[in-house]
């Protein structure tokens, strides 16, 4: 008898939030591998904030995903078939595999994970494209210096956090930006943050004359809105500001873009995107290095897992815009 694949396709473009008719959840017989591919088994699925811009139509840095398409998901794995001479059936494996539970590959963008050296979800979080993004993002685009302020929104989610830990090992003073008490505390506590400024409750403008007083040098943002535009009216002089993601603008038909991008005129300041495909070439580099940060114990992890099926994607990827999880959102769907 042929294995059931469970998917989960895109059926129609969402109009601010996703619904749960912008889904389709379809069967069909998992796939056999041909000469030079292998059959994944998905183990763990990467949820990302990114993947509510892949539901959109037009140009961006990827193409979207079209109607009717498994959804792009990245994702861990297990090879339970194998006619590829570089895969073994029980190689573990972390690649953009989609929203289902096996995944036919020819090993294009795929990488062995070694799940004794770190718990799988790890391979979605620090030590894969989050962790990945933060590196380079903060590292290549921010460029801090020892001393220098580094602030960063969404401290708490995947990225941020690992941004904030990484500007610290640099020799930074680093702030965090969070949604409420229990994250802030954390952002301080677990990760290391010189202090954490509760967006949901404090006034952000004043805040941050309290916590960077001589003005913010390097702006990570992942959330966009009043928070980009409240920072950016901190800048110090030659400041940069790292776009690397808005979540508050993800879901929302007017976005808002910022009102006070005068700033970076007379601050002689940047603001430059992030795009980790861009440094793919690289990616060895930077996992070898928050590997050893890891090893060390200068750099936490944390991956908020939730187990379920396939079915309970769409339910998972909400979690992220109602600001749900701590930390890397991970939907682990078998064992």
């Known amino acids: 008898m042929s294995t059931i694949n469970r998917q989960v396709r895109l059926a129609a473009r969402p ?6 008719t912008d889904w389709q959840h379809a069967e069909e017989p998992a796939g056999q591998p041909r000469d030079g591919e ?8 990467s ?4 993947m509510r811009g892949w539901m959109n139509a037009g140009r961006s840095y990827i193409r979207p995903v079209e109607i009717g398409e498994v959804m792009r998901a990245g994702a861990v794995g297990r ?3 194998s006619r590829h001479s570089g895969f073994a059936v029980g190689d573990h494996v972390s690649g953009t595999f989609g929203v289902q539970e096996y995944c036919v590959s020819d090993g294009r963008g795929v990488t062995k994970v070694d799940p004794a050296a770190a718990p799988l979800p790890t391979y979605l979080g620090t030590l894969g494209m989050s962790g990945l993004t ?60 010189d202090a954490a400024i509760d967006y949901q409750s404090e006034d952000v403008r004043k805040a941050l004359r309290e916590h960077a007083p001589d003005g913010v040098d390097v702006y990570f943002d992942n959330v966009g809105g009043d928070v980009l ?20 603008q993800y879901n929302s038909t007017k976005p808002q873009g910022p009102a006070n991008y005068l700033s970076l005129l007379v601050n002689r300041a940047s603001m430059t995107g992030i795009v980790v495909f861009d440094y793919a070439d690289r990616y060895a580099e930077g996992i070898t290095q928050m590997a050893a940060w890891r090893a ?40």
């Open 15 to 20: 109009v601010g939030e996703p619904r749960p």
């Open 38 to 45: 292998f059959l994944v088994q998905v183990l763990c699925l």
């Open 47 to 50: 949820i990302d904030p990114a």
């Open 79 to 81: 090879v339970v078939a």
């Open 134 to 193: 933060a590196y380079f993002g903060l590292i290549e685009v921010g460029r801090p210096e020892p001393g220098q302020t580094v602030v960063v929104s969404g401290a708490a989610g995947a990225v941020g956090s690992v941004v904030g830990q990484i500007a610290k090992i640099l020799g930074c003073r680093v702030v965090g930006i969070a949604g409420g008490e229990a994250k802030c505390r954390m952002v301080v506590d677990e990760f290391g943050f």
């Open 229 to 248: 535009d409240a920072v950016l009216l901190r800048l110090a002089r030659g400041a940069r500001v790292v776009v690397c993601g808005a979540i508050s």
């Open 296 to 335: 060390e114990g200068r750099l936490k992890s944390l991956e908020d897992v939730v187990s379920g099926s396939v079915a309970a994607f769409p339910e998972t990827l909400m979690r992220l815009f109602r600001g749900d999880n701590r930390g890397k959102l991970v939907l682990k769907i078998a064992d």
